[in-house]
């Protein structure tokens, strides 16, 4: 069965950098979108990145675009996030997901994803 599972979160300061990772198991990572999203209490889901399956296009939200780097290891079957000049409104848990295919729609809608890993927290405070 899928398993995705996050690591890497943890505690920065502001201006500090992060390298998230998602590890997969129980299908073939290269058939799939990647993506990577974040909540914070009382907060929707937001996507903030995914790689695509088909040619590893990448995609950003506005609000971390030039500050985070998606990309994928498919015979590690791992995908990475890695982020620098951390804000303290980065602070939030965050998600990996995996969706069959192409991206759709920019690839940051969650309604599109099929299988989530269990998050792992990020905090930049001072």
């Known amino acids: 069965q899928a398993r995705l599972v996050e690591s890497g979160g943890g505690l920065v300061q502001p201006g500090g950098s992060l390298r998230l990772s998602c590890e997969t198991s129980?299908?073939?990572?290269?058939?799939?979108?990647i993506g990577w999203f974040r909540q914070v209490p009382g907060k929707e889901r937001e996507g903030i990145s995914c790689?695509?399956?088909?040619?590893?296009?990448?995609y950003y939200a506005d609000s971390v675009k030039g500050r985070f780097t998606i990309s994928r290891d498919n015979a590690a079957s791992t995908v990475y996030l890695q982020m620098n000049n951390l804000k303290p409104e980065d602070t939030a848990v965050y998600y990996c997901?995996?969706?069959?295919?192409?991206?759709?729609?920019?690839?940051?809608?969650?309604?599109?994803?099929?299988?989530w890993g269990r998050g792992t927290q990020v905090t930049v405070s001072s």
């Open positions: 997901a995996a969706d069959l295919g192409p991206p759709v729609d920019g690839g940051l809608g969650l309604e599109h994803y099929d299988y």
């Open positions: 129980g299908f073939t990572l290269e058939y799939f979108t």
């Open positions: 790689i695509s399956s088909k040619d590893d296009s990448t």
